[in-house]
């Protein structure tokens, strides 16, 4: 059974920083990608970056590109996404999301196989 279980969400303050993480298990992490979707009160879940757990490429929506970074650790099935310079736009439950990298980059919720349960990251101003 494929679990992904995220970590690390919160109340912070706009220019602080949080690191989410999303433990993967039931399929085999090297095979596949991740990524952080999020969906702020209101509106749609949109990806926001996605990495090839292979080889590492890393991919970013224009709203985060330059203050958030994905990155894995293999060794653990864990996927990570170090979020600085938080805006209180980047208020929103972020979940994690594994499968085909191009299902991924597709920035469709109906093409993502595998969902975590979420976690809301709150920024304050």
């Known amino acids: 059974e494929v679990q992904l279980v995220e970590s690390g969400g919160g109340l912070v303050q706009a220019g602080g920083s949080l690191t989410l993480s999303c433990a993967a298990s039931g399929f085999t992490f090297d095979d596949y990608a991740t990524a952080w979707f999020r969906q702020a009160p209101g509106k749609e879940r949109v990806g926001i970056s996605c990495i090839n757990n292979h080889n590492g490429d890393t991919y970013y929506a224009d709203s985060v590109k330059g203050r958030f970074t994905i990155s894995t650790d293999n060794s653990k099935n864990t996927v990570y996404l170090q979020m600085n310079s938080l805006k209180p736009e980047d208020t929103a439950v972020y979940y994690c999301?594994?499968?085909?990298?191009?299902?991924?980059?597709?920035?469709?919720?109906?093409?993502?196989?595998?969902w975590g349960q979420g976690t809301r990251v709150t920024v304050s101003s």
């Open positions: 999301a594994a499968g085909d990298l191009e299902r991924l980059l597709a920035n469709d919720e109906k093409m993502v196989d595998y």
